[in-house]
């Protein structure tokens, strides 16, 4: 089973920071990889696919990075929406898999 | 984009049974692949089942195969989730959701996600 390990666990930043979240595959895995936002409350939502491309509808300061077995989410200024857990995914190997996720907090 | 409802979630005795649903719109619920995400309290995500566009072709996390069965009625725009022997590690947030984009082929990328039905298993 692949293991996505996420850091930090929790990353806190004021609203217009950068935010930048690493997503570390213990195998390679190309570039099969996605981003999900959670808000408390709400349903998920995809917000990067395939590594680096951005899903319908979300905003450009949301962009991914990487290939092999290190990936980056990065929130280029953050916005007050922005604020939850992020998760990444891979779906090279099977099982699919999550990572623990990364809690960004307003600090 | 489309919408996704859960119902059905509970609480159950372990070894018990329960029936999650999942009432989609908004979008041509024959043309996708759909899943179940499960969300442990305080833990992350774990994916639990999919299913293939006509019913015909599913697959199971290894915990869950041979207890958990996964359906659809594409008349009704219903996914299902059959649970049976349930355990309490399977207490979770049961999402439902679907193929981020609509294939013969699965995507194995989830979107939209409804908000979750949560199932407890617990005497």
């Known amino acids: 089973e692949v293991v996505l390990t996420q850091s930090p666990a929790t990353l806190s930043l004021s609203p217009g920071e950068r935010a930048t979240l690493s997503c570390r595959a213990s195998?390679?895995?190309?570039?099969?990889l996605a981003w999900y936002q959670h808000r408390p409350g709400q349903a998920p939502r995809l917000l990067i696919y395939d590594a680096a491309n951005r899903a319908t509808g979300i905003p450009a300061r949301f962009s991914g990075s990487g290939s092999g077995t290190d990936f980056t989410l990065t929130i280029s200024s953050l916005e007050p929406e922005d604020f939850a857990v992020y998760y990444c995914q891979q779906r090279s190997h099977w099982p699919l898999t999550f990572g623990g996720g990364t809690k960004v907090e307003i600090k | 984009e489309g919408q996704l409802v859960e119902s059905g979630g509970g609480l159950v005795q372990p070894g018990g049974s329960l029936r999650l649903s999942c009432e989609a719109s908004?979008?041509?619920?024959?043309?996708?692949?759909m899943h179940w995400v499960r969300q442990v309290p305080g833990k992350g995500l774990m994916w639990v089942s999919r299913?293939?566009?006509?019913?015909?072709?599913?697959s199971y996390a290894d915990s869950v195969k041979g207890r958990f069965t996964i359906s659809r009625d594409n008349a009704r725009h219903t996914l299902y989730l059959q649970m049976s022997s349930l355990r309490a590690e399977d207490t979770g947030l049961y999402f439902c959701?679907?193929?981020?984009?609509?294939?013969?082929?699965?995507?194995?990328?989830?979107?939209?996600w409804g908000k979750g039905t949560l199932v407890t298993v617990s005497s």
């Open positions: 959701v679907r193929d981020a984009h609509s294939s013969v082929l699965v995507q194995n990328w989830f979107d939209p």
């Open positions: 195998q390679t895995i190309s570039s099969s």
């Open positions: 299913i293939n566009i006509d019913g015909r072709v599913t």
């Open positions: 908004g979008f041509t619920f024959s043309s996708y692949w």
